[in-house]
């Protein structure tokens, strides 16, 4: 007989949780505070646009196939992935730009146009990134409650000189600046500073370079929409507009949650998806917290923020030089990376990524118009930042930078727009000091540094989602779903798992 359990939040982390949780035969209830589901994933619909509010970036799809897979179902027969080529388009302050993709000799022939003496250097880093991914992805889906789980795996990163930073190992091997950031900024997918991230992470280079990056047609919300439906036949009961006001302690155990309304659900096991530090710090009185105390969330070091802004156009840029995806990098980089991180002020200057789905999908936006969305990192809610004042003019800085530079006349042919600020992410989405990726993943806040996919304060609370391990990006939050469920229903974790073989195979055949 399965278990009754609550998921708190709908991100992608509560989302495979619920699906793989009612697989095994569990009676799940999913509440989500807002309108539709998402989390962060969340879809804006703006006079015939839709905006993706969260990640626009898939990798790992064998992540998602399993979870259908489990279900007895084709993934396939509920959203389309297509490929990305190239997977980014990176720009220096110049306009200059270094496209990469997953075919080692044309990455070789970007290179040679900035420093031909990197060609040697890149292919040399590429050799060690396996070994470094191998080492990484057997980390992602097992839980790391105890400290002996670190001490089994300390040699390997030790080995593979985690404790040197993203950027310091890339610059072993690449000796031109703009190519070290090309291959460094990875980190800042995750919430991460590639100044100070450990090496591990230029697995995500190489998990880009084998299997590819992909588009879900319609936009990230077809995948959050694909899951709803998946529930649904899976018999999950979703409650929207239903904010939790507390999770209920007694005798140190989760006993179920209290709803903004008064009406309290109980339950054997509560998973939240909802941020972490929020969870603990709101969600549950710190009389019943004694390891994750106020204190303790607190001196956790969080992720920086992100102002983003959603704009469509009423004509179509196809004649640029952009693609799907790209990056826009300012004249500086350690020196803007350490004003971010140090949360103190607003930068003048900034980075940008920004997204052009309507190159892939033209069905993102009415006919014979374009979406976009950009984005710029910026300091959480620790710097000394009034956004209630500053956003107006960030704002008009960016969009001036980007019709100055890439989009002639855009102000002009505008008629969509919104954005999101550090304050949308503290107050609508639950984020800790307006965190966009919760815990920052450096060297001593990864895996068991992490807070723990099962509280140490209460057996039967779990965590999914970026702030618990293995960590942010649709990789990390789909993985803490498959260690919340081996940890749930212990016997079925016994069992090589799908991805594991599907990761095996895929090694063998890399």
Request: with cysteine; proline share 5%.
């Amino acid at each position: 007989m399965g278990q009754k359990i609550i998921v708190i939040g709908s991100g992608f982390g509560g989302l495979a949780a619920a699906a793989r949780l009612a697989v095994k035969g569990n009676d799940v209830t999913l509440f989500e505070k807002r309108d539709k589901l998402g989390g962060r994933a969340y879809t804006y619909e703006i006079n015939g646009f839709k905006f993706d509010g969260g990640p626009t970036v898939v990798t790992a799809p064998w992540l998602l196939d399993e979870i259908w897979e489990l279900a007895g179902r084709r993934r396939e027969d509920y959203f389309e992935l297509i490929p990305n080529d190239p997977f980014y388009k990176i720009f220096d302050h110049q306009g200059r730009a270094f496209s990469y993709n997953g075919d080692h000799e044309y990455i070789l022939s970007q290179i040679e146009q900035w420093n031909p003496r990197d060609k040697d250097g890149y292919t040399r880093f590429m050799a060690t990134t396996k070994e470094i991914f191998d080492a990484g992805m057997a980390l992602i889906d097992k839980p790391f409650l105890h400290f002996g789980d670190m001490l089994r795996v300390a040699p390997d990163l030790v080995r593979l000189q985690s404790y040197r930073s993203v950027y310091g190992y890339v610059s072993k091997f690449i000796e031109n600046d703009f190519l070290r950031r090309c291959f460094s900024f990875h980190p800042l997918l995750i919430g991460g500073n590639p100044l100070d991230a450990p090496s591990l992470y230029v697995l995500i280079h190489y998990l880009e370079r084998e299997w590819g990056i992909f588009y879900a047609k319609g936009g990230t919300g077809a995948i959050v929409n694909a899951f709803g439906k998946l529930l649904d036949e899976l018999g999950v009961k979703v409650h929207l507009n239903t904010e939790i006001q507390e999770i209920v302690i007694k005798d140190r155990r989760v006993q179920g949650v209290r709803l903004a309304d008064g009406t309290v659900h109980t339950a054997d096991a509560v998973v939240s998806n909802a941020d972490v530090g929020w969870t603990y710090l709101n969600l549950i009185p710190k009389q019943h917290r004694r390891k994750n105390s106020d204190r303790w969330v607190k001196s956790k070091k969080f992720s920086m923020s992100l102002f983003v802004i959603y704009f469509g156009t009423k004509k179509r840029y196809t004649d640029t030089p952009l693609a799907h995806h790209n990056i826009i990098l300012s004249e500086r980089y350690k020196g803007l990376l350490r004003e971010i991180f140090a949360e103190q002020d607003l930068p003048e200057d900034f980075s940008l990524y920004l997204h052009m789905p309507t190159l892939t999908d033209p069905s993102m936006a009415p006919e014979g118009h374009e979406a976009f969305y950009v984005l710029s990192p910026v300091p959480n809610l620790n710097a000394n930042i009034d956004w209630t004042t500053k956003a107006r003019p960030y704002r008009d800085a960016i969009m001036q930078f980007l019709e100055d530079n890439y989009l002639p006349d855009l102000q002009a042919n505008i008629v969509a727009e919104h954005h999101i600020d550090p304050l949308h992410f503290q107050n609508t989405l639950n984020s800790y000091l307006g965190s966009a990726f919760s815990v920052e993943p450096t060297l001593l806040q990864s895996a068991w540094f992490r807070p723990h996919n099962r509280s140490e304060d209460f057996e039967n609370l779990y965590f999914v989602g970026a702030g618990t391990h293995p960590g942010a990006g649709l990789p990390g939050v789909i993985s803490s779903a498959k260690i919340v469920d081996d940890l749930l229903n212990p016997a079925g974790a016994t069992a090589a798992s799908k991805t594991s073989e599907a990761m095996a195979h895929a090694l063998q055949g890399a």
